[in-house]
């Protein structure tokens, strides 16, 4: 995913208010604290403001604490706690000789129960927003504090984080979860690459080791003979005894296959650079799912204002149905079937509340931010984005692709992997295996209980060795299996090839056929329009009845949602493609239609 990705969507964006810092969109401006005129949202500004006041007989003063509230994940939120100045005068209420001062209800309209619209959903208390220098406080309950017991506030209400699309994507980073896994394995891979080209190096052992010996005891030329000794030795390295060598533990010691010495680090290369290329793909997986969980978002937004209009058309021609029925123009009937289409629509509207609280939720998941936050879009309505020019081949879109993608690089490396790996058995019965040791030190012992002469010692050990295993059987058996894990490797990347082909091809098409359903449903847009100004200008002129308009109202709904879901599905459509292919973003090849 190249930086050009994240300032060519900035672009995109620049018709709506933007958050945070879109000039750079790297790990620093993440960690970096809110501006004055821009709020990140990877610093969720949370503003709480608790009150707890006491009064002593003596003194009528109230004391103002902070509350501040941490949010769980921690790396990424900043937490700004804020003191509000308190009133001199505020009505105190005395019951049961207790003095308690009351904070009022600050007068603010709030939705009735009846009120299922989008704006009574975002000033309900799931929906409040708290945050600095965006909107004001919302209205504050009723505090009832001691004055001769201190309480602090005991529930603060969650708040809402204004994002748009660079920002969201500018959260996947190296903090994210799924990110950061992959990359720490990447790091992991390149460790075992930094040891297996250090394999040949000799280890260094010190220490020492006392050695005693009592009872029979056969010596070189065949006798047994009765003898207690021991032996102590000190210095680089440790275990020799009697007559022999320091082969149990040299000071310096270097034992490894020389198979391993040349072929293991260029197979620990070959897998540190797969690890790094799926670590690249697990990246622009999450960029995919964050853009498509973002546009999920806008559209359940922009569903549940499709719907609040929807409701005021047809709560006006619900009014003019009862008058008419009132008047005796119309029938009862009418103004029951109108009623019963508001109950629908209210209906309707609890769904698209709940998809605004499931988009957001997920969102926050994809973008790895507390799920408790409400997130707010900061466009203010969905365009068809134009990520690829129309009418592009198939042909050399799959062939960017296969050019770019980073599974396909992983299938490569891994490929290359395996061909080192059957190498490494081929060669292994030609080359040796290899044991140098060194050992200086101290060495001295005796009979019985006797440790004296004791004095310096030098020991230099060089065995090198062919192997055979199983009568040759086994490295046949080796074989064959280092050649099927090449085949393996072979056939999945032939796996991906046709899945990265299946899946641009997939994209393109549907951002071919969803461009036309976007213009069909604009113009269908236009024609409802049409018919519901016509029809309610005719009723107003006193043709007809206001029922005969309520087809009109649900036909513009049907195209207006119509249009707003293909919108949808072509802007994700578009998203997709780019993940096909790579993310090959550059500047300049991104544009918003209006």
């Known amino acids: 995913m190249s930086r050009s990705l994240l300032y060519t969507l900035i672009a995109l964006s620049s018709t709506v ?15 970096s604290p809110p501006s004055s005129s821009a709020v990140t949202a990877s610093s969720a500004v949370v503003k709480l403001h608790a009150e707890s006041a006491r009064e002593k007989s003596s003194v009528d003063e109230s004391k103002i604490r902070p509350v501040a509230h ?17 009133s001199a005068n505020e009505p105190v209420l005395t019951s049961d000789g207790k003095r308690d001062r009351l904070y009022p209800l600050e007068e603010k309209a709030v939705a009735s129960n009846s009120d299922h619209s989008l704006a009574a959903y975002e000033s309900s208390p799931v929906l409040e927003v708290q945050e600095s220098g965006l909107e004001g406080l919302p209205p504050e309950p009723v505090v009832v504090d001691s004055m ?9 209400p969650p708040h809402t ?6 920002t969201a994507l500018a959260m996947i980073d190296s903090q994210h979860p799924a990110v950061g896994l992959a990359q720490w394995r990447t790091r992991e891979a390149y460790a075992a690459l930094d040891q297996a080209n250090v394999l040949w190096l000799p ?15 056969q010596s070189s030329n065949g006798d047994i003979v009765d003898v207690n000794r021991n032996s102590f030795q000190y210095g680089l390295g440790a275990g020799a005894t009697g007559a022999g060598t320091t082969n149990t533990r040299p000071g310096l010691v270097a034992q490894f296959h020389m198979a391993d010495a040349i072929f293991q680090p260029k197979i620990a290369e070959k897998t540190a650079w797969a690890r790094g290329h799926a670590a690249s793909s697990v990246l622009n997986q999450q960029l995919l799912q964050a853009a498509t969980a973002y546009t999920e978002l806008l559209e359940a937004y922009q569903d549940a204002r499709v719907l609040e209009e929807s409701r005021e058309r047809v709560r006006e021609l619900a009014g003019i149905t009862s008058d008419f029925a009132a008047a005796g123009q119309g029938m009862l009937a009418d103004a029951d079937r109108m009623q019963t289409e508001l109950r629908l629509i209210d209906s309707r509207l609890v769904g698209g509340q709940e998809r605004v609280a499931v988009a957001s939720a997920r969102l926050a998941q994809a973008i790895s931010m507390h799920s408790g936050e409400t997130l707010l879009p900061m466009d203010v309505t969905v365009v068809p984005l134009e990520l690829m020019a129309a009418g592009a081949d198939k042909a050399s879109l799959i ?4 050019a770019s993608r980073p599974e396909l690089k992983e299938s490569q490396s891994l490929v290359a992997a395996a061909c080192e790996a059957y190498r490494r058995e081929k060669y292994a019965p030609f080359v040796p295996s ?12 005796g009979l019985g209980n006797d440790l004296d002469d004791v004095d310096g010692r030098y020991d230099f050990d060089a065995v090198v060795t062919w192997e055979l295993r199983n009568f040759g059987l086994g490295e046949r058996a080796a074989r064959n299996r280092a050649s099927a894990r090449v085949q393996q490797a072979r ?25 036309q359903q976007v213009d069909l449903t604009q113009q269908a847009i236009a024609t409802a329009e049409r018919s519901y100004e016509s029809n309610l200008e005719r009723i107003k002129d006193g043709e007809g009845l206001p029922i005969e308009v309520l087809q009109a109202v649900q036909a513009l709904e049907s195209a207006r949602r119509a249009y707003l879901q293909a919108v949808t599905a072509y802007n994700q459509a578009q998203f997709r493609l780019q993940w096909a292919l790579g993310w090959p973003v550059g500047d300049g090849q991104a544009s918003m239609a209006y």
């Open 17 to 31: 208010p933007a958050i945070g810092c879109v000039a750079q969109m790297n790990q620093a401006s993440v960690q």
């Open 148 to 156: 001769d017991h201190s309480s602090d506030l005991a529930m603060v």
């Open 399 to 402: 062939s960017t692709g296969l």
């Open 434 to 445: 290899v044991l140098l040791g060194y050992s200086t030190g101290g060495f001295g012992g």
């Open 203 to 217: 280890s260094i052992q010190a220490g020492f080791s006392f050695h005693r010996h009592d009872g029979n005891y």
């Open 491 to 515: 056939f999945e990347k032939l796996r991906v090839m046709d899945q990265v082909a299946a899946e641009i091809s997939e994209s393109a098409s549907q951002i071919e056929f969803r461009r």
């Open 70 to 86: 941490r949010d769980p994940v921690a790396h990424r939120d900043v937490v700004q706690p804020i003191a509000d100045q308190a």
């Open 161 to 166: 984080v204004q994002m748009n699309l660079p």
